[in-house]
């Protein structure tokens, strides 16, 4: 998962206090680029769009990793579990 970008779109200081430093450290630990989008630039209006409708995301930050949306930056880098095919223990 090393360099996968993850953008954020935020509403204020998004590492700031206890929250921003787990943040910082969940992105040092996982090799993540983190592209920090404010709400007011066209670009975060677009995503704000997107989420707010598609995905149900009434908070800020949110984050986007290019496929899906997520209200929290771990929903992203969770793996999905395998599912076992008929037969198989």
């Known amino acids: 998962m090393a360099n996968k970008k993850i953008t954020m779109v935020y509403?204020?200081?998004p590492v700031c206090g206890d929250r921003g430093k787990?943040?910082?450290k969940i992105v040092a630990e996982k090799g993540i680029r983190l592209h920090k989008v404010s709400f007011a630039s066209?670009?975060?209006q677009s995503l704000i769009r997107t989420a707010v409708f598609d995905?149900?995301?009434k908070t800020m930050p949110f984050y986007y990793d290019?496929?899906?949306f997520a209200a929290?930056?771990?929903e992203l880098l969770v793996k999905p579990k395998k599912e076992k095919k008929k037969g198989e223990k």
Request: glycine residues 16%; aromatic residues 6%.
């Open 11 to 13: 509403q204020d200081c």
């Open 22 to 24: 787990k943040l910082k």
């Open 42 to 44: 066209d670009e975060g």
């Open 55 to 57: 995905y149900g995301i």
């Open 66 to 68: 290019g496929v899906k």
């Open 72 to 74: 929290t930056i771990e």
